[in-house]
């Protein structure tokens, strides 16, 4: 069976093992492929499973993608926990290790540059949801929910309509607020596209979905920032995810740390749709 090299992140070379029995895509140990003075993290994948064709096929089926995503993910947080890595993008696959090194080669200069920025940050995320509306604590009969007429069923719904408008508009303000403070305490941010809960399955609609670069070294301050805020509005949910590798700053747009969304909620791409498949360096 042909295998090819899967590529989780590059890092510079460090000392701390990696932990025991790490396993990633597809089951195979975690291995570190050293060229120029980089480390590239890898495992062997079988080429059935992540040829092109195959891949085409595995991006509609959103299980394969969430176990393949999550398992991408355990790989680059592992290595959080030793080193920077600079994360690569899900499904980056080659031939071989010649491939991998050239790839290497060509990008040497911008791996260094981002590893520079990146060296002591870590990324978090935030979250704000706009709860849903409580249901009533008791059905009103029948009859007295009625409207008397046609114009009163329709002030019911203009009123409605307004009371949803002005949650919406309270919670732009909050997530507006919310986001300016953290932009403070940040290097820098990205500001994602709001999730479909219809999608995602995360109960209540998505205001505010972002990612932030902090000094590992003030990443508490950041967290009680986030902490501080939860309670500040109610009907508004706040969620705040992390420390990840930085997943949004790394110009790879992986997307494995919501690989439990798996699929395009997600925002998840793959090496072969950016011409780094396993064709690359034959």
């Not at 590529?7 to 089951?27: D, H, I, K, N, S």
């Not at 969430?66 to 890595?85: E, F, I, N, Y």
């Not at 000094?215 to 920032?225: K, N």
Request: glycine share 8%; aromatic share 6%; charged share 25%.
């Amino acid at each position: 069976m042909t295998r090819l090299r899967y590529v989780y992140a590059v890092c510079r070379p460090f000392r701390t093992p990696l932990q025991a029995q790490l396993t990633g895509v597809a089951g195979a140990p975690a291995a570190l492929l050293h060229h120029h003075g980089l480390v590239a993290v890898v495992s062997t994948v079988p080429e059935a499973d992540f040829c092109e064709e195959a891949l085409k096929a595995h991006l509609e089926d959103l299980d394969w993608l969430a176990a393949t995503a999550r398992a991408h993910q355990g790989v680059v947080d592992a290595l959080t926990t030793v080193t920077t890595p600079l994360p690569l993008r899900l499904a980056t696959v080659f031939r071989d290790d010649s491939a991998l090194r050239s790839m290497i080669e060509a990008r040497e200069d911008d791996f260094r540059r981002l590893l520079d920025r990146l060296d002591g940050r870590v990324e978090w995320g935030v979250k704000v949801y706009l709860e849903p509306e409580p249901e009533p604590a008791e059905a009103e009969p029948v009859a007295a929910a009625r409207p008397a007429s046609g114009r009163d069923y329709l002030r019911s719904r203009r009123e409605r309509s307004h009371a949803q408008e002005e949650r919406w508009q309270r919670a732009e303000r909050f997530a507006h607020s919310l986001h300016g403070r953290l932009a403070e305490r940040a290097e820098d941010v990205r500001l994602h596209r709001p999730q479909n809960s219809a999608i995602s399955g995360t109960p209540g609609q998505n205001v505010l979905n972002a990612a932030y670069l902090v000094p590992r070294a003030h990443s508490e301050e950041f967290v009680e920032l986030v902490d501080r805020t939860k309670d500040e509005a109610p009907g508004i949910r706040v969620e705040l995810t992390g420390p990840w590798a930085a997943y949004s700053f790394s110009g790879e747009a992986s997307g494995a740390q919501d690989g439990a969304e798996a699929g395009a909620e997600s925002g998840v791409h793959t090496g072969a749709e950016s011409g780094e498949g396993p064709g690359v360096g034959r």
